[in-house]
């Protein structure tokens, strides 16, 4: 059985004080669950304040992207070491926003996932489809490129921690969702790409989470699904309890 995994993602919201707050009512709600594995990912100012919310508690702590290079001259940039010291864990590479606002691409995915392998972190890859690419009938074709190129020339052993994540980028804030059955045949996809690139064994194993409109009202249908290993959570992550109810599904 494959752990499910809730992850939060608070994208550009809440100051410091705000994410020491949504701590204060959030873990309350979850204390002494332990059925599934919870991630915060906050932004870079309000890390620091989340890891010590969080700690001594089940909950951990994410970032939203992270350079691949260790160091150097890359203004406004964070590398696995910074987020390392500080006590991250996990971090989510190749988002959907990320490739259509800031050029992210196939090939820095890949870059930015051997370097938090190498780090030790949690990677968490997006990969997923826009509507055009959906309605043009090339899901399948999308997934399978993304994936291949995200994978590429990283070995199974080093990938043992990696988390995919999909995410169809026409479900994301507008409200719409994949349907349970249309999130499992993605995942089946994914995880057939993945079985190719590290073997079956490997395969079986990833947990493969699904993105896209999450709320306490679809929670319980998506994570039903044997496909889908738990969810990324956008806007509805925001609320302590409306996150609260979608870890409870």
Not at 17 to 30: E, I, N, S, T
Not at 125 to 132: A, P, R
Not at 144 to 164: D, E, G, I, P, W
């Amino acid at each position: 059985m494959r752990k499910k995994l809730i992850a939060a993602n608070w994208k550009m919201y809440k100051t410091p004080g705000q994410a020491r707050d949504f701590f204060r009512d959030f873990l309350p709600m979850v204390d002494g669950h332990d059925r599934d594995e919870i991630v915060v990912c906050p932004n870079y100012l309000a890390i620091d304040v989340a890891i010590q919310a969080a700690k001594g508690t089940k909950v951990a702590i994410g970032a939203q992207d992270l350079h691949w290079e260790n160091e150097g001259a890359f203004t406004g940039e964070i590398c696995t070491s910074m987020l390392v010291a500080v006590g991250v864990t996990d971090v989510i590479i190749g988002h959907s926003e990320r490739r259509q606002y800031f050029g992210e691409t196939d090939d820095t995915v890949n870059l930015k996932l051997k370097s938090a392998l190498s780090a030790g972190l949690t990677p968490i890859v997006c990969v997923g489809e826009v509507l055009e690419e959906r309605e043009a009938g090339l899901t399948e074709d999308v997934l399978r490129r993304q994936c291949l190129r995200a994978f590429n020339k990283v070995s199974a052993k080093k990938a043992s921690k990696m988390v995919v994540a999909y995410e169809p980028v026409w479900a994301i804030g507008t409200g719409k969702t994949a349907t349970p059955e249309m999130a499992a045949e993605a995942h089946e996809i994914i995880r057939a790409e993945a079985a190719d690139s590290f073997g079956q064994p490997f395969a079986d194993q990833m947990r493969i989470l699904y993105g896209g409109s999450v709320k306490p009202e679809n929670a319980h249908a998506l994570m039903s699904e044997k496909e889908i290993d738990g969810a990324l959570v956008g806007g509805a992550s925001l609320d302590p309890t409306s996150f609260a109810a979608i870890v409870k599904y």
